[in-house]
């Protein structure tokens, strides 16, 4: 059965969102590069919010010729939007109805895990209801000082809300060569644990 993985760069006081916008800290390198690779490898689908697949799929979608761009094009992508109509990017499906359940039933299906990009609306609903089996944290090591809990919409600009909870168990820790640390953690009590 797939596990649902989210991979989610935060910084230090908690903002989520734009890290596109952020500092540049340089490269991940290798090791990060290699950590971001071998998620894609272990995973048959990638999961997002309507306004993660705007950011992704531009950038994405011209990317070819190293491991992470090409398998991340080839990966059937599943994006939860009631706005978005025509994707462009190859291999995507809109969800635009119930996505807890649609999430639940690709979580039946065979099949290798299921990675989700970004901490909006969508992960704090997953994590609700109990679908969110691992949580991949990139803390990024600076204070940025822009998040009010508000952001736009439905979706905050940082990792957390009112209302979300979550107990996780740490598995793992990586300090990549720029300061960002990687915390990877399993949902407690979920009968899905690491492969």
């Not at 950590?35 to 994405?60: H, K, N, S």
Request: negative net charge; proline residues 5%; charged residues 20%.
């Amino acid at each position: 059965m797939p596990r649902i993985v989210n991979s989610t760069y935060v910084t230090l006081d908690g903002v989520i969102q734009s890290p596109q916008d952020w500092p540049s800290l340089g490269s991940a390198g290798d090791q990060g590069n290699a950590i971001q690779t071998a998620l894609l490898e272990r995973c048959d689908a990638v999961l997002m919010g309507r306004r993660t697949y705007e950011v992704f799929a531009p950038v994405w979608s011209a990317r070819s010729g190293d491991p992470a761009g090409d398998r991340m094009n080839a990966l059937r992508k599943y994006v939860v939007s009631t706005t978005l109509t025509d994707p462009q990017w190859q291999n995507t499906t809109v969800l635009a109805h119930d996505p807890v359940g649609a999430v639940r039933d690709l979580r039946e299906q065979p099949g290798r895990d299921i990675v989700q990009y970004g901490f909006g609306s969508l992960a704090h609903a997953l994590m609700g209801a109990g679908l969110l089996d691992e949580l991949r944290l990139w803390v990024h090591p600076f204070f940025l000082g822009t998040g009010t809990g508000t952001g736009t919409g439905t979706d905050g600009d940082l990792l957390h809300r009112a209302g979300s909870s979550g107990h996780f168990e740490l598995s793992d820790a990586t300090v990549l060569e720029n300061g960002v640390v990687v915390l990877t953690y399993q949902a407690s009590g979920s009968p899905h644990r690491a492969r």
